[in-house]
């Protein structure tokens, strides 16, 4: 099963390298069938610490404000031994093991897109895949945070920006929405529980996670909610203790904190008996199983489709020909095989291996003498017109040997009558012609 998400991680990889990022694509999206999972809250509700600690690492930008600016969609891959390392589709043929430098390569990757502005979003993806021994195989999607109201410097449109983006990634009936919502806020206010509403009326596909829950006040627990009592998902709530703003800034190692959370979870009263199925590492292995699942359903969809996809694209490709060359010899050669080809194609249908040349043949077969026969020569060469041809063209001189002005007179009038029907047929074999290069043109294949 696992080497199933793995193939579906690799699907989307490649997907992302022809540039199919779902809706909007220039080919037939197969993205947006693929299940992903996707975690929404609101501003520093804690996103970016749950995905740290599901892959277990230090590599999200931290600090103040909207910090995550850009979707990212964040790929794990299991791999069974050696070092871990990242890599990003924007820069295939780096490795990075230091992970400080993921941070500043997603830090900078933002900035190039949203031009260094701070206060800016851009809905444009970062894709990133972290290939270690201790990861489960997941794809999830980091999202900017929900905000209420736009501060300093942040355009007015911000609010609705960032809420279009996160909607246009859950409303898809593939994606799993991991809604973050923060203990130490009433669940009333959550950003998350909100828009995961709007788009999963019935909680099908969505998981809530309760962060901070040791920030809550005194006197207080979560217990109601991790027991499904205080808001009802169809899955279970699964509640997390990242690390504090203090941790990160005293450089608590992530095996550290996640230690620390299953101490927490095991050692507080209200908490023991729900500690098999709290933190961080049980949230992974939940979603991989749960993914796992959900591909499982989509193998025949997803079969289908993709052979649907691939049959109209090698139709689209045998409509294109042959790829061109790239040099100019290759080029000519090309050029010159399609013109043999057309002179071929043309010729057939004028010697009549195929149809039409036969057409210009009725033309001078039939047309042309009918035409010729309903011009009235004999009213033209009768007796009196000629002899009174002939007298005009004498004038007031009768002739004496022959009348040859006469007779060009006669001769002329007569070409005259014929002119019509000869241009009509030069018309119809003009005519003739031109369609026969069109069929050729049509028929002409690069053999
Ligand atoms: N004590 C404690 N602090 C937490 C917990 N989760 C997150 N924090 C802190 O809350 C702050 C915000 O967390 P982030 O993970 O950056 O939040 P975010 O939702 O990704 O923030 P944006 O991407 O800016 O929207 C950080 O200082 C975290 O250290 C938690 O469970 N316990």
């Known amino acids: 099963m696992e080497s199933l998400i793995a193939l579906v991680n690799k699907i989307q990889r490649a997907c992302t390298a022809l540039g199919d990022h779902g809706e909007g694509s220039s080919l037939p999206t197969l993205w947006d069938s693929l299940p992903a999972i996707a975690v929404v809250g609101g501003q520093s509700s804690g996103k970016s610490s749950v995905l740290e600690s599901v892959v277990g690492k230090d590599f999200l930008p931290r600090g103040a404000g909207i910090v995550t600016r850009r979707p990212l969609v964040l790929q794990l891959h299991r791999i069974d031994e050696g070092k871990e390392y990242a890599e990003f589709m924007h820069l295939p043929k780096k490795k990075f093991s230091d992970f400080a430098a993921v941070r500043q390569e997603i830090s900078d990757e933002t900035d190039r897109e949203t031009g260094r502005c701070s206060k800016v979003i851009s809905t444009v993806p970062i894709h990133l895949s972290i290939f270690s021994p201790n990861v489960v195989n997941l794809t999830l999607v980091d999202l900017p945070g929900l905000t209420k109201v736009a501060v300093d410097g942040q355009p007015e449109s911000i609010v609705q920006d960032i809420e279009n983006m996160v909607r246009s990634f859950i409303e898809k009936p593939n994606c799993i929405i991991l809604a973050i919502s923060p203990a130490n806020q009433d669940l009333a206010t959550s950003d998350a529980i909100k828009i995961s509403r709007e788009v999963d009326p019935k909680g099908d596909r969505t998981f809530g996670v309760l962060t901070k829950i040791d920030l809550m006040d005194q006197g207080t627990n979560a217990v109601d ?40 979870f095991q050692s507080s009263p209200e908490y023991r008996h729900l500690s098999e199925r709290m933190g961080s590492e049980y949230l992974g292995k939940m979603l991989s199983k749960h993914l796992e699942v959900v591909i499982k359903s989509r193998i025949p969809g997803l079969q289908s489709l993709i052979t649907k996809t691939i049959s109209e694209l090698e139709t689209e490709l045998s409509r294109l020909g042959k790829p061109v060359a790239a040099d100019a010899g290759g080029k000519l050669y090309m050029i010159m095989e399609i013109c043999r080809a057309f002179d071929q194609t043309f010729k057939e249908h004028l010697d009549g291996t195929r149809s039409g040349g036969e057409k210009i043949n009725s033309v001078f077969d039939n047309q042309f003498p009918a035409a010729i026969k309903r011009l009235q020569f004999d009213k033209h060469l009768s007796m009196d017109n000629v002899r009174k041809l002939i007298t005009e063209a004498d004038g007031y001189q009768p002739h004496l040997i022959a009348p040859e002005q006469g007779y060009r007179r006669l001769i002329e009038s007569c070409l005259v009558s014929i002119r019509g029907p000869a241009e009509a047929a030069v018309d119809a074999v003009h005519s003739i012609l031109k369609d026969l290069i069109h069929k050729s043109i049509g028929e002409t294949s690069v053999r």
């Open 225 to 264: 909610i991790l027991e499904g009592r205080g808001y009802k998902l169809r899955y279970p709530w699964v509640g997390v203790v990242n690390r504090s703003q203090a941790d990160i800034n005293k450089s608590v190692d992530m095996i550290a904190a996640r230690r620390r959370e299953r101490d927490y």
